[in-house]
T-cell receptor, first 113, second 113 residues
Framework: SQTIHQWPATLVQPVGSPLSLECTVEGTSNPNLYWYRQAAGRGLQLLFYSVGIGQISSEVPQNLSASRPQDRQFILSSKKLLLSDSGFYLC????????????FGPGTRLLVL | GDSVTQMEGPVTLSEEAFLTINCTYTATGYPSLFWYVQYPGEGLQLLLKATKADDKGSNKGFEATYRKETTSFHLEKGSVQVSDSAVYFCALRANQAGTALIFGKGTTLSVSS
């Protein structure tokens, strides 16, 4: 069966510091991968999605970036965090083609102080 | 563009009460529709889905019917339990390869005994 992992589970970072959140998927090949953010009092916002290694589409311009160095690894990064980057970050995967159901990881709660 | 509108919460019910959470959508073509649930401190879990008009998704006593004529996908449960307390998200995905989910803002349900 497929599983999706995210780490760390919780992170507290100062403004201006770098960020690296990791997501890995097991039990499937060539998945579509997604990064969403859930800010307090707001819904989920798609940040990035990837249909293959090295292929990243950005939905919202901001100081975040994403990379997919391996087939089942998706990384969310920032060089300098802003207060507004605080939120709950969720990674999701779907079978190749993206027409299938998306399955979410446990999330990373980020607090920028 | 495509969008999802959910009733605003919080919704507060007593155990065994009937639940309805309204969801309407705007989309071109025939999107797939989903309900996800987020329990406190956790990621999102797929609750149910429907991929074409008049389909009924069901799971754990929850049901939702894809109504093309009213562009709705309301979530219902006949008798809620305290363990149903969570945030519920309605979402759509356009039927194009690689398309990510578009979420409503979520509805918080609180059930008391």
């Amino acid at each position: 069966s497929q599983t999706i992992h995210q780490w760390p589970a919780t992170l507290v970072q100062p403004v201006g510091s770098p960020l690296s959140l990791e997501c890995t998927v097991e039990g499937t090949s060539n998945p579509n991968l997604y990064w969403y953010r859930q800010a307090a009092g707001r819904g989920l916002q798609l940040l990035f999605y990837s249909v293959g290694i090295g292929q990243i589409s950005s939905e919202v311009p901001q100081n975040l970036s994403a990379s997919r160095p391996q087939d089942r690894q998706f990384i969310l990064s920032s060089k300098k965090l802003l207060l507004s980057d605080s939120g709950f970050y969720l990674c999701a995967w779907a079978a190749t083609g993206g027409r299938e159901t998306q399955y979410f990881g446990p999330g990373t709660r980020l607090l920028v102080l | 563009g495509d969008s999802v509108t959910q009733m605003e919460g919080p919704v507060t019910l007593s155990e065994e009460a009937f639940l309805t959470i309204n969801c309407t959508y705007t989309a071109t073509g025939y999107p797939s529709l989903f309900w996800y649930v987020q329990y406190p401190g956790e990621g999102l879990q797929l609750l149910l889905k429907a991929t074409k008009a008049d389909d009924k998704g069901s799971n754990k006593g929850f049901e939702a019917t894809y109504r093309k004529e009213t562009t709705s996908f309301h979530l219902e449960k006949g008798s809620v339990q305290v363990s149903d307390s969570a945030v519920y998200f309605c979402a759509l995905r356009a039927n194009q390869a690689g398309t990510a989910l578009i979420f409503g803002k979520g509805t918080t349900l609180s059930v008391s005994s």
